[in-house]
């Protein structure tokens, strides 16, 4: 898709712009230092890309979409994502950590199996989404919509889950040491999971 909003016109990708094409940059780039390259793209279009190898810490993609896009094996530590778009995105193997997520729309995204830690997840959607063993610790879900979703296996250590919605999530496995669940949705939640007061084997419950 198009390259709209601030600096899309410089981005390092800027020769592969269009609907489904590939955006592929492994080394030398995924090597180079944050002090040379702190991106700053806001409000860009970078929907159906794919973004592989990539050192995309301490940057500001902000108010951008990256609907369908593939972000893969790519650091996203103490980046500001906010109000973006990721629907049906597929983050496998990131490692993310202090990470500004406010109000981004998750919704069928794949983040199973990733690592993303002490960051702001608040009033954001992951509907449908896969989380099923990623690693939150430390994360916020204030007032975020997890309805429908797998967190099977999930680490959710020190997590802020106050008036988030997870009806009809999937828990199994999951493990909430220290969660905070207060006021919480759990309608239809599948509960099997460890070291939390909300959890109960589903299998031996009447």
């Given amino acids: 898709m198009g390259y709209i909003g601030n600096n899309c016109n410089s981005w390092i990708f800027i020769s592969c712009g269009g609907n489904n094409s590939t955006c592929n940059i492994t080394s030398p780039f995924n090597v180079i230092t944050t002090n040379l390259f702190p991106y700053t793209m806001i409000k860009c279009d970078f929907s159906f890309e794919s973004f592989r190898n990539l050192y995309l810490a301490n940057s500001i993609f902000s108010d951008t979409d990256f609907t369908k896009a593939y972000i ?17 995105t597929n983050l496998k193997f990131i490692t993310s950590n202090n990470v500004n997520f406010f109000n981004v729309n998750f919704t069928k995204a794949d983040l199973g199996g990733v690592t993303l830690t002490n960051s702001n997840l608040d009033e954001t959607s992951f509907d449908d989404a896969n989380l099923s063993g990623t ?34 999530a999937d828990l199994d496995g999951a493990s909430l040491l220290n969660a905070i669940v207060n006021n919480t949705v759990l309608t239809n939640t599948k509960k099997n999971c460890i070291n939390h007061e909300i959890c109960f084997n589903e299998l031996t419950s009447e």
């Fill in 135 to 168: 690693d939150f610790t430390g994360s916020s879900f204030v007032n975020s919509s997890l309805k429908n979703v797998d967190l099977r296996g999930a680490k959710l250590h020190n997590v802020d889950l106050s008036n988030a919605n997870l009806e009809n």
């Fill in 72 to 88: 893969i094996n790519s650091d996203m530590s103490n980046s500001d994502f906010s109000k973006s778009i990721m629907i049906e």
